[in-house]
């Protein structure tokens, strides 16, 4: 059983920065993808960035060049790096891990204002 804990939410002013983590735990390998998500109030979860144990990235379309996810193998920590916010960025951000099957940290709240 995988436990995710998300740390780095705050209110921050547009064109600012967050650094997002997730520590992850439970887990005595390499979790092969982690990645984080967000919803917003009234809208989907969606993905915002995805990294495998090959440090292979995927980004959404709209934090490409502003969001940087990185990750430490050795501790199945996984960062986000959020510069340039957007009152859009504004969501709760999970942390997730696929194993044999999806694990979901409790979410934290960002909150970026105009």
């Known amino acids: 059983q995988v436990q995710l804990v998300e740390s780095g939410g705050d209110l921050v002013q547009a064109g600012g920065s967050l650094r997002l983590s997730c520590a992850a735990s439970?887990?005595?390998?390499?979790?092969?993808?982690m990645g984080w998500y967000r919803q917003a109030p009234g809208k989907q979860r969606e993905l915002v960035a995805s990294?495998?144990?090959?440090?292979?990235?995927n980004y959404a379309d709209s934090v490409k060049g502003r969001f940087t996810i990185s990750r430490d193998n050795a501790k199945n920590t996984v960062h986000l790096q959020m510069n340039s916010l957007k009152p859009e960025d504004t969501a709760v951000y999970y942390c997730?891990?696929?194993?044999?099957?999806?694990?979901w940290g409790q979410g934290t709240q960002v909150t970026v204002s105009s």
């Open positions: 439970g887990y005595a390998f390499r979790i092969p993808f």
């Open positions: 990294i495998t144990s090959y440090d292979n990235t």
């Open positions: 997730n891990a696929f194993t044999t099957k999806n694990y």
